[in-house]
């Protein structure tokens, strides 16, 4: 089983190590798609700690390859995947295809802009006291989806949310047990 992550530069370290350590104990492998091949900026919350390669291009990455796709969030990354037309249009595909979506933090910020969060529940970073100018809730609410963030985890059919890296543990857990009932 291979599941595709989303990144671009600035994407938060927890929420892509944490899930992928989990998707491959539990046997998955994952691959790393982004805009291009350049080796992709870490950041540990406003701080970059490192580089990440990128396994293949937006552009030679096919959909059916994968039995889901897990979106990270972080201060920039999904903001830049969420302008690219490829990017929505594999995102869409996936979905299509009843596969898994996971979106964490401003991850839920690609999901929406995609169009697959329309009529569906939702969840992504909510603290909105501490920096309003990182909050998703208008973008998801934008593009139609039910916003909630009364919950870590949030599971709407295929699509599975979470808001912070605090629900790691919660995030986890629900694509483990998606997979499980698959």
């Known amino acids: 089983m291979k599941i595709g992550v989303l990144l671009a ?20 492998r994952t691959e790393v798609i982004s805009l291009d091949s350049k080796p992709l900026e870490i950041y540990s919350y406003f701080s970059r700690i490192g580089m990440l390669d990128v396994d293949r291009t937006i552009r030679d990455a096919d959909p059916f390859d994968y039995a889901g796709v897990l979106v990270p969030g972080g201060a920039k990354s999904p903001a830049i995947l969420a302008e690219n037309d490829d990017v929505l249009s594999f ?22 802009r995609s169009g697959i969060a329309e009529g569906r529940h939702l969840t992504g970073f909510h603290l909105a006291k501490e920096y309003p100018e990182l909050v998703i809730r208008p973008i998801v609410e934008k593009y139609g989806g039910i916003w909630r963030d009364d919950q870590p985890v949030v599971v709407d059919g295929n699509l599975i949310s979470s808001r912070h890296p605090d629900d790691i543990a ?8 998606w997979f499980v009932h698959r």
């Open 9 to 28: 530069d600035a994407f938060q370290d927890s929420e892509y190590f944490l899930p992928k350590y989990e998707l491959e104990r539990a046997g998955a």
């Open 170 to 177: 919660q995030f986890s857990g629900a694509i483990r047990e």
């Open 91 to 112: 995102l869409r595909r996936v979905s299509k295809t009843g596969k898994l979506i996971a979106s964490i933090c401003r991850g839920s910020l690609l999901v929406a």
